[in-house]
């Protein structure tokens, strides 16, 4: 019984942390796909270096989204990922009387939510840190 419970927290563990990843791949695919339209983005928002912010924003997304799907690092990943998405969210989406603001704001608090889970509790037995040991050494510390 022990076994088949442990089977499906790794299991499960590693669905969540493919779909918490899913969004970072995606918006990172789309600001290659349109760099000017997120440089554009950034600028409207004030901010100074929009193509070093758009650079940065792909490394933390396609790079923490793939590390978190293999679970490399994960712990500290999920914790770059979540201090990103709060940032990011109250930087870019902080007009909350519009409602469509206030709900990717409340999505990238929730994400951030569930990356702290995965700091929490780590990535489970089917990750890369799983399978050398990280994961259980960081739990006996």
């Known amino acids: 019984m022990k076994n ?3 089977n499906n927290t790794a299991i499960f563990a590693a669905i969540g942390r ?31 270096f929009a193509t070093a912010g ?9 790079g923490g989204g793939l590390l978190l ?5 994960t712990r500290l990943v999920a914790a770059a990922l ?21 709900i990717h704001l409340l999505k990238n608090i929730a994400m ?11 990535a489970g037995a089917f990750s890369f840190d799983g399978r050398t040991g990280r994961q259980a050494a960081a739990h006996t510390a």
């Open 69 to 73: 799907v293999l679970g490399v690092k």
């Open 18 to 48: 493919v779909l918490l990843a899913t969004i970072f791949i995606f918006s990172a695919l789309g600001k290659i796909a349109a760099p000017a339209a997120t440089i554009g983005y950034i600028e409207s928002m004030g901010l100074p």
């Open 112 to 122: 951030a939510g569930g990356l702290l889970q995965v700091v929490a509790f780590g």
């Open 82 to 102: 979540a201090a990103f998405s709060i940032v990011t969210g109250l930087v870019f989406h902080n007009a909350i009387g519009d409602q469509n603001q206030l």
């Open 54 to 62: 758009l650079a940065i924003a792909v490394a933390v997304e396609l």
């Open 4 to 6: 088949a419970i442990d």
